[in-house]
């Protein structure tokens, strides 16, 4: 059996038979000189002296205390052998205030008169894709059809899935993560991957929410829809984010079941999360607002609070027609996992509401007492860019070829189209520099050419810069395709230093531990995609612009006739591959299978960027949790 004496007395020295048998004459001694006031005036001395408070202070707010109080707070991690606490939640700790700078050099963005005639083809480009992009996301927000919208609001008697944000969140505008995932995968379409997930406020905090779509095959998970989820749960950790989950769902879909049950990543890594983000001091709550069979039913079980709607929610791992089969038994779903049954019998639910709009109040009511503190708001308002951002449609390049200078770009997207450049003149088909989007300090790093041996060795003192000062970076990628190899030792040589300089910066990006932004506006091919924080650096956040192209190489520079002498292949096969590789580079099927956050406009990218910097802001008010362990029901 464990003691129970707390642990930390376990190893202190119990007194000694000296200590407890001391004279009296040795006790006075020492209550002497503990109370003498040459003694008292000394250690108030030592404790108050401006050198003590600024050690003390110094320590306290290191770099190295910093990152190893927050290493420190991961689940299972720690410094030896010692564990300590996770992470909890926001507090109220009064901001710094935000500076910004008249003084920064204002970019000149006017587009040349050289430059028109590229400028109005990526206009034309970009209207076109838009376009494109526009019927997508129509097509999307209809679900599986009018017959199956019918059949959920009218014979189910439920509220739509966007409908339920609106009555849930703060404002109908929210921050939507990879909407058009799902469309056009082998096994069909699944729009939106079966559910809507994304970022919005709630009583003022922003939260990550993930909304089954039950209009898409009853709201069944696809392997799709189980990566959406998991990018979602990821970027609530990254950035301590409350999760809601909105259930409706009738559980995996069987016919896929080795693609979303066995592996590591599959569906059983959403629970595994769960448990994860409840030690970390995340909170989670849920809605059973519709049917919550077999995996779907975990989710509501293992959040910390937990609303289910009378008539309309129900929850068990096998629905009446598995019993029938199983048993015999006739059971109705409201008498096998109804409402009242898990209100009132199993516990399972923590409140019980009459309607959804009761629902999403009760859950508004459990945000207000978690003691999150949303973002404080800016005192004044941000200057806006001096040119218009609809003026970015005509910059997204319709290939590499045609490419305008990044610092067009740049003086449509921060405040006052003010930016203080750094190494102005150095490795220039990189750009690097610090900028404020709608208040947000933001260090910048921009393609404007192929990345050199000058422009990598520059970024990656960039980067590093912004590591040690804690400033968020914002990559805007625009990668050149892959060069030819070299020809002749000159130019192997400066290709060898010119991989030693990306290697340098590959590093300093991937080990950079502030927030990451990363915006495709054009090309991302090849390795010079990962040295500007590609999907697999992890940046915080990333998305593409509907013209981007994503792949190991560029389609538009495969050659479709085979080389004389190097390869006896076929003609018509070269350009079946080359169709294969413009078809695969494009954003929608990049978007299509979670390769990114999703695709927005343009002209919507200040506004999505400054969302970005905000939420990832909320991750400052926070303190230790008491609790390492997660939230363990009944």
Not at 374 to 394: F, T
Not at 569 to 597: C, H, I, N, P, V
Request: aromatic content about 8%; overall charge positive.
């Amino acid at each position: 059996m464990w003691s129970p004496a707390p642990l930390c007395a376990l190893g202190r020295r119990r007194p000694g038979p000296s200590a407890l048998l001391q004279p009296p004459t040795r006790l006075l001694q020492r209550e002497y000189r503990e109370k003498t006031p040459t003694r008292l005036l000394q250690r108030e001395y030592r404790e108050k002296t401006p050198t003590r408070l600024l050690q003390k202070e110094y320590r306290e707010k290191t770099p190295f205390c910093l990152l190893r109080r927050e290493y420190r707070a991961l689940p299972g991690q720690g410094w030896g052998r010692t564990q300590h606490l996770p992470p909890c939640r926001f507090l109220s700790n009064k901001p710094k205030s935000r500076r910004h700078p008249k003084s920064f050099p204002v970019l000149d963005g006017r587009v040349r008169a050289v430059y028109r005639h590229v400028f109005e083809g990526n206009l034309r480009n970009s209207e076109a894709v838009i376009k494109r992009y526009s019927e997508l996301l129509e097509r999307v927000k209809k679900g599986r059809g009018e017959n199956a919208v019918l059949r959920h609001t009218q014979r189910n008697k439920k509220v739509l899935v966007r409908e339920r944000l609106r009555l849930l969140l703060d404002h109908a505008d929210f921050l939507e993560l990879s909407p058009l995932a799902g469309l056009d995968l082998p096994y069909g379409d699944v729009p939106a991957a079966g559910c809507l997930t994304g970022i919005g406020r709630i009583c003022g905090v922003w939260c990550v929410f993930i909304a089954s779509d039950a209009t898409v095959k009853g709201g069944t998970i696809y392997p799709i829809g189980v990566k959406k989820q998991l990018r979602a749960q990821e970027i609530a950790m990254e950035n301590r984010l409350l999760s809601v989950h909105l259930v409706d769902s009738g559980g995996a879909f069987l016919p896929l079941q080795s693609e979303l049950f066995p592996d590591k990543l599959h569906g059983g890594r959403i629970f595994y999360n769960e448990a994860i983000m409840s030690a970390m001091g995340i909170p989670q709550v849920a809605v059973v607002c519709g049917s919550c069979v077999a995996g779907g039913a975990y989710v509501p079980t293992m959040a910390e609070e937990s609303v289910i709607i009378d008539k309309t929610g129900t929850l068990f791992l096998a629905g009446p027609p598995l019993v029938k089969a199983a048993t015999g038994e006739d059971v109705s779903p409201e008498d096998l996992g109804g409402a009242r049954l898990h209100s009132q019998v199993s516990g399972c639910s923590d409140h019980f509401a009459l309607s959804e709009e009761e629902a999403y109040e009760c859950i508004r009511n459990v945000v207000s007492t978690l003691n999150c503190e949303p973002v404080p708001q800016q005192d004044r308002e941000p200057d806006s860019p001096l040119y218009s951002p609809e003026e970015l449609l005509g910059l997204a390049p319709l290939g590499y070829s045609c490419t305008l200078p990044v610092k067009l770009v740049l003086s449509r997207l921060v405040d006052g189209s003010r930016f203080q450049e750094f190494k102005a003149t150095y490795g220039t088909t990189l750009v690097t520099g610090f900028g404020h989007v709608e208040g947000h300090l933001v260090g910048i790093v921009a393609s404007n050419g192929e990345l050199a041996h000058d422009a990598a060795l520059k970024g990656s003192h960039f980067v590093q810069l912004c590591g040690q000062r804690g400033i968020p970076i914002l990559f805007l990628q625009n990668t050149a395709p892959q060069p030819a190899g070299p020809a002749s030792i000159s130019q192997a040589e400066a290709h060898s230093n010119r991989l030693k300089a990306q290697a340098s910066m590959m590093a300093a990006v991937a080990c950079a531990a502030v927030p990451k932004i990363t915006i495709v506006i054009g090309g991302c091919f090849g390795s010079d995609s990962y040295i500007m924080c590609g999907r697999s650096f992890s940046p915080n956040f990333l998305f593409l612009w509907p013209n981007a192209r994503v792949g190991l190489v560029d389609s538009q520079h495969f050659p479709t006739v085979p080389p004389a002498g190097d390869w006896t292949g076929e003609e018509l096969e070269l350009k079946q591959l080359k169709a294969k590789l413009e078809e695969e580079s494009s954003a929608f099927y990049s978007s299509a299978r979670l390769w990114d956050d999703g695709i927005i406009l343009p002209q919507d990218t200040r506004k999505v960027i400054a969302q970005c910097l905000e939420i990832m802001e909320q991750k400052k008010y926070q303190a230790v949790s008491p609790c390492p362990h997660p939230i363990i029901r009944m």
